[in-house]
């Protein structure tokens, strides 16, 4: 799996955070959509309180995925077979552009 395209990402804010019925969904400026379907942690609080605030870091860890946030939160997505909930770990939509699924 590569992180090449979510990188692609750092520096922009988060405009939206939405818990849809079976994943989590972040709005990113510059019309990108990451939909999470995979089992992640975030140890700070209300995953909203992202909202608004820059990415600044994407790293890939093993069998997570982890993106650090401007106040210092980190939202960990857990790559291992036994954490997906679908097909898909994730999908990341942009405007104008082919969507990337982590399957």
Known sequence: MSTDALKQLIGRSVIRVEKVHDHLQLEFSGDAILSIFNNYQY?????????????????????????????????????????????????????????????
């Open 43 to 103: 140890g700070a609080g209300s995953i909203s309180s992202i909202q608004g605030e820059q990415l600044l870091a994407v790293n890939e860890l093993g069998d997570k995925i982890s993106f650090k946030f401007q106040k210092g939160a980190i939202l960990s997505v857990s790559m291992e077979d036994a954490e997906y909930n679908g097909p898909e770990a994730m999908v990341l939509k942009r405007k104008d552009e082919p969507f990337i699924i982590w399957n």
